[in-house]
C-alpha cells in the first residue's frame, strides 16, 4: 500500500475485532441520532408532505377515539393529549407504502449503513406497495373494531364483572396490536414474507418481548407528550422532527431484535430482501 493510499476514504479500516465487547446501546444510538441529524429532519419533512391524507385520517382516528373515552369519564380532553395520541395513530395509519419506505431508512440508519432520504423512501415505497396497502386496511380494520368495542364496554353505565373483564381484555389486544406495529413493516422490508407471516412474527414478538416493548411505547408516549406540552412548538417540531425521532426509536430497537432473533439465529432460515 502507497503513502497517498492511507488517506483514501476507500482504504480498509481496521475492523472489528472478534472478541471485542459489544458496543453500548445507547451510545450507538445517540451516535446514530447525531450523525444523521440533518438526514433526519429531510426525512421528517418527506414522510410529513407525502402523508396529508393519513393526517387528516390520524387527527379523525385520535379525536374520536380520545372524545368517546374521555367523555364516557367525564375527563376533559386536552389538545396536548390529543396530539400525543395522533402520533402513534399517524403511526398507525400513515399510507403504507410511504410508511414502509420511512421505515426502510430509519432501519438503515439503526444499521449504521447508508441509505438516500429521497430516493430509498421512494423506491421502497413502489417495490412494496401491494403488501403495504394490504396491512393499512388490516390495520385500520382491527384498529378500529378494538377501540370502537373497547369505548363501548368503557362507557357501559353499570360495571359488572364480566364486563369489566372485557374491558381489560380490549385494553390487552389493543396493546398487543399496538406493539405488532413496531416489527410489522420492518419485517416486511426485511424478508421475503407473507401478510400472515409477517402478523404471525409480530405477534410473537410483541408477547416475547412484552415488557421492553411497553417501555418502548411509553418512552415514545412520555416524549411525545413532552413535546407536545407547548402546543406552538410541538406544531413546529411535528413536520421536522418529533416523527423521525420516534421513528428512530422504535425501528432502532426493532432493529436489534429481528437481528438477533431472525437474522443471526442459525435455526431460523429467512430470506432477506
Aim: a positive charge.
Amino acid at each position: 500500500m502507497g503513502f497517498f493510499d492511507r488517506f483514501s476514504p476507500d482504504r480498509e479500516g481496521p475492523g472489528v475485532e472478534k472478541n471485542a465487547p459489544p458496543k453500548n446501546v445507547f451510545k450507538v444510538f445517540f451516535g446514530v441520532y447525531t450523525r444523521k441529524f440533518y438526514k433526519l429532519l429531510q426525512l421528517n419533512l418527506v414522510h410529513f408532505a407525502c402523508s396529508i391524507p393519513a393526517i387528516i385520517v390520524a387527527m379523525i382516528i385520535s379525536a374520536n377515539f380520545l372524545s368517546s373515552i374521555f367523555n364516557s369519564r367525564e375527563y376533559p380532553v386536552n389538545l396536548w393529549l390529543s396530539l400525543s395520541v395522533f402520533i402513534f395513530a399517524f403511526n398507525l395509519v400513515a399510507v403504507g407504502p410511504l410508511q414502509s419506505g420511512f421505515t426502510y431508512v430509519l432501519r438503515n440508519f439503526s444499521r449504521e449503513e447508508h441509505a438516500f432520504v429521497w430516493h430509498d423512501y421512494i423506491q421502497t415505497a413502489k417495490k412494496n406497495f401491494k403488501q403495504s396497502i394490504i396491512m393499512l386496511f388490516i390495520n385500520l380494520v382491527v384498529f378500529y373494531s378494538i377501540t370502537a368495542s373497547f369505548s363501548w364496554y368503557l362507557g357501559q353505565a353499570e360495571k359488572t364483572l364480566l364486563l369489566n373483564i372485557a374491558t381489560g381484555m380490549q385494553g390487552i389486544f389493543l396493546i398487543i396490536f399496538i406493539m405488532m406495529q413496531i416489527y410489522t413493516y420492518q419485517l416486511m422490508i426485511t424478508f421475503e414474507l407473507s401478510i400472515k407471516d409477517i402478523y404471525k412474527n409480530a405477534f410473537l414478538f410483541s408477547i416475547a418481548m412484552f415488557v421492553p416493548n411497553l417501555l418502548i411505547i411509553l418512552l415514545c408516549l412520555a416524549l411525545s407528550v413532552f413535546l407536545m406540552m407547548q402546543v406552538l412548538i410541538g406544531l413546529i417540531l411535528l413536520p421536522t422532527f418529533i416523527i423521525s425521532v420516534l421513528g428512530l426509536i422504535v425501528n432502532f430497537y426493532a432493529n436489534r431484535i429481528i437481528k438477533k432473533h431472525m437474522i443471526d439465529n442459525p435455526n431460523i432460515d429467512n430470506q432477506n430482501k
